[in-house]
């Protein structure tokens, strides 16, 4: 598929061009790409924002953006390179998503952090999310940063609903993920526990970060990638659940104790047995799904550290009908550079059953490892 951000081109030149007929907040297009609901401030310190229905447009106009730097990133700046690794056509497309993946969460892993930081919640401080609750509203930052995010998970959404990735042999766990990220998304921002939600992106986030390099490193065949497959780990363990789990432990120690806990809609105090459950329902929903690719992940370390092997049957196939023939075992075709260009030793019957073990998780290779 070429030239498919042309769409959301046309329709961001549309809403910048009504816009800068008149650039004020008088224009209805103001809403789309700025902030609203500027609240002034009583004293020195920096702008807030409050909330409202108008944050559901920023969401949707940024949600264009995201879907034009998509596809412009991967398909005017990301494919030259995929076709220089001499990859094939599927691997290429691979490539592609994941190196998008890794550059979008190499900014907003450490934007996560900078804007943890301007909060009560910095280093995941369980406290700070729920003292002087509702927090009703933020610095631009911090509101800029939470609908940003929103805006990237609904554009992922719609790459899920359109099929614009092939989809992988867990698939029903990662639209189960997807329903359950915008929910939490969702009711966090619209009843006051962004502070949760932020500690929650920034631990995904980062170990995302981890989960694409990975990849990337297997499909150019880079000798590092068996030590960082094992650093990804140790990242996806401390961020996934060591942190995220004390965030759900706070939920059972903290969420009743600190803070107010009642139900007042006049007030908008919406910590109370009810946002409790669902809220304990939702992260530990999320937590399950992550203890389900933890499992993947796990065993795909020990067959590789005991048996060598690092097979995973959920996508023994995935690639394979995708490519042409002459691709699909392209990790033995490559050698190293001083002997790119001596003939290759003719298969014997032996080579013929010999397979080269694939790291693999969601449907994609994480690392690889050669026989001795």
């Avoid at 008088?26 to 609203?36: G, Q």
């Avoid at 007030?267 to 992550?290: D, E, G, M």
């Amino acid at each position: 598929m070429k030239h498919t951000f042309v769409l959301p081109a046309c329709i961001l030149a549309v809403f910048l061009s009504g816009y800068a007929l008149n650039p004020s907040p008088a224009n209805p297009l103001h809403r789309f790409i700025f902030l609203s609901y500027r609240l002034d401030p009583p004293g020195p310190g920096p702008v807030h924002y409050g909330k409202g229905p108008w944050d559901v447009a920023f969401v949707a106009f940024y949600t264009v953006v995201l879907s034009f730097t998509r596809e412009f990133v991967m398909q005017e700046l990301l494919r030259p390179l995929a076709r220089r690794t001499g990859l094939g056509r599927a691997k290429q497309a691979r490539f592609m998503e994941q190196a998008y993946t890794a550059l979008y969460f190499a900014l907003l892993g450490p934007a996560g952090l900078y804007v943890m930081s301007r909060t009560p919640v910095w280093y995941f401080s369980t406290r700070g999310m729920y003292e002087h609750f509702p927090h009703r509203s933020h610095e631009a930052v911090v509101k800029f940063y939470y609908l940003f995010q929103a805006a990237y998970w609904a554009q992922q959404a719609i790459v899920l609903l359109l099929g614009m990735e092939k989809p992988r042999k867990d698939f029903k766990e990662l639209v189960g993920h997807h329903i359950v990220s915008l929910a939490l998304i969702a009711l966090s921002y619209r009843f006051h526990f962004t502070y949760i939600g932020i500690a929650v992106y920034t631990t995904h986030d980062i170990s995302d970060f981890f989960l694409a390099t990975s990849k990337i490193l297997n499909y150019i065949d880079h000798p590092l990638v068996g030590p960082y497959f094992f650093l990804f780990i140790v990242v996806w363990i401390y961020m996934r659940h060591i942190i995220n789990l004390r965030i759900l432990w706070s939920l059972f120690t903290d969420f009743r104790h600190v803070g107010p806990f009642e139900l007042n809609w006049n007030t908008q105090q919406y910590k109370c047995w009810i946002s409790q459950y669902i809220t304990t329902a939702l992260l530990a929903s999320l937590q399950a799904l992550n203890l389900f690719w933890l499992f993947c992940i796990i065993r795909i370390a020990y067959r590789l550290v005991w048996l060598n092997v690092a097979e995973d049957d959920r996508s023994e196939d995935e690639d394979e009908d995708a490519e042409p023939s002459h691709t699909r075992h392209h990790h033995r075709r490559l050698a190293p550079r001083q002997n790119a260009n001596k003939p290759l030793p003719p298969k014997s019957s032996q080579d013929s059953h010999t397979v080269v073990p694939s790291l693999e998780l969601n449907g994609e290779a994480l690392g690889s490892a050669h026989p001795h």
